[in-house]
């Protein structure tokens, strides 16, 4: 099992932009699908991105595309979430998650690994 820990996250502008990472703890995360959820106060978790073991295949959810970038570093056991044109409604917190091989790349219960997730708050 791996365990991950998000960091990145931070206060920034509408039209900014922020990079998020996720690390692994160890190598079994070079095989995982790595996804990103978010968690706006007081809703459901969304789906972000998401990214196969060898990045051949990427998923993005509608909010985001043509703004936000998942990619991985399987040498440096990382993730990243590229993150431009930041928009308030983008403030939530973002968790990244990994699995072997997930049943739907966008369902957040169906990753068994979360972690602690990374406050991204955007003002207008």
């Known amino acids: 099992q791996v365990q991950l820990a998000e960091s990145g996250g931070g206060l920034v502008q509408a039209g900014g932009s922020l990079r998020l990472a996720c690390s692994g703890s160890?190598?079994?995360?070079?095989?995982?699908?790595i996804a990103w959820f978010r968690q706006p106060p007081e809703k459901e978790h969304e789906f972000v991105a998401a990214i196969s073991w060898s990045g051949g295949r990427i998923y993005y959810g509608d909010s985001v595309k043509g703004r936000f970038t998942i990619s991985r570093d399987n040498a440096e056991n990382t993730a990243y979430l590229q993150m431009n044109s930041l928009k308030p409604e983008d403030t939530a917190v973002y968790h990244c998650?990994?699995?072997?091989?997930?049943?739907?790349?966008?369902?957040?219960?169906?990753?068994?690994?979360w972690g602690q997730g990374t406050q991204v708050t955007v003002s207008l």
């Open positions: 998650a990994a699995d072997p091989g997930p049943h739907t790349y966008n369902r957040y219960d169906h990753y068994r690994a």
């Open positions: 160890n190598a079994t995360f070079r095989s995982y699908v």
